[in-house]
């Protein structure tokens, strides 16, 4: 069974377009140190067509960055088992939130 192609779009486009995308998830999870993407069946993998001769996102710029952040490097000390120092649930979160509004 596999997916069926978008209208307008061929079958070959669309296997180039699935293998495509499949190895830059699986190198996005290997770069990003997370587990590899996982669908249950292709249906699951949402397609949209649109007509336009605008493009949607012109000004979208899609890159790998060490810093999501511009910390100038200044936070690269910081031990990652450091970064869930201090860190509060939702809820906790909500708490503080209404004890800092009582006073």
Excluded: C
């Excluded at 069974?1 to 070959?12: I, K, Y």
């Excluded at 830059?24 to 069946?41: G, I, Q």
């Excluded at 060490?66 to 088992?81: C, M, Q, R, W």
């Amino acid at each position: 069974a596999g997916s069926r192609p978008p209208d307008g779009v061929t079958n070959e486009a669309h296997q180039s377009i699935l293998e495509t995308f499949w190895q830059k998830s699986e190198e996005f999870a290997r770069v990003a140190s997370v587990p590899p993407l996982y669908l249950d069946t292709p249906e699951d993998f949402k397609w949209s067509t649109v007509q336009s001769s605008v493009p949607l996102f012109p000004d979208l710029n899609i890159k790998l960055v060490k810093e999501i952040i511009a910390t100038g490097g200044k936070l690269s000390s910081v031990l990652l088992e450091d970064t869930r120092k201090g860190y509060l649930t939702p809820e906790e979160w909500h708490e503080e939130m209404k004890r800092l509004g009582e006073s």
